[in-house]
């Protein structure tokens, strides 16, 4: 078999007051595919994507990215390969200027001159932001920041793009336009969302995880489809959406 973007194996994990998170999750997401990782508030969604890059640990079972383990010995290189789009874009832009924010990730891990601008350059052209590169963050729109978001990641040309509720606070047309610029890439994709509709737009695949377990893994368009499914797992579509269409 080849080597996936990323596996997950058995794992388990309990915070330190004791509460269980998470009961053993097992899946794998091949190189280039866009998965979205639904379920209710509480499922263990944030929990198991601080895993991903090594944010949380001491829980049993593994985690690789690209073949390589999730451990202390590979962090550098995992944090590399393992690009987290956290939901409020400013716990991640905190640079003077688009441009400084988008180098700093390369920057600290060693690139420098022509070569740092051109990895720049090309994060910021892949969102649809190469023109905003001398202003400062906070004179972007929301939409703009998030995509700047994205930016910062991409810079570091990751292995996997992990995305939490990107759809949140945007407009129709913002929402649009991430989705286009999503799927233009060729990088996996990992959208932890409650946006059921997105999730139908961007991700061919889902993962219903609840109550720390995975409940299904297929196709979301069938996944959405299935009533039963989707009532147990407190996953409610919008009012006259229509999965199969
Ligand atoms: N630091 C913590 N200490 C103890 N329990 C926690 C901690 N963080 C989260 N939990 C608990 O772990 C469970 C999973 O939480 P998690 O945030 O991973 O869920 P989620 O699926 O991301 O939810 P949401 O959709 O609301 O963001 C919940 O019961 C939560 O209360």
Redesign the pocket.
Known sequence: MTEASLEVSGLAFA???G?Q?LFGVDFRIERGERVALL??????????VLHLNGILDGGTGSVRVAGLPVDRAHMAEIRRKVGIVFQDPDDQLFMPTVREDVAFGPAAAGLKGAELQARVERALERVGMAEFQDRPPHHLSFGQRRRVAVATVLAMEPEILVLDEPSSNLDPASRRELADILRSLDVTVLM?T?DLPYALELCPRSLV?SE?VIAADGKTAELLANDELMRTHRLELPFGFDPSR
């Open positions: 915070y330190p007051d509460h998170a379920g209710p508030n509480g499922a263990g969604k944030t929990t198991l932890v409650h995880l720390g």
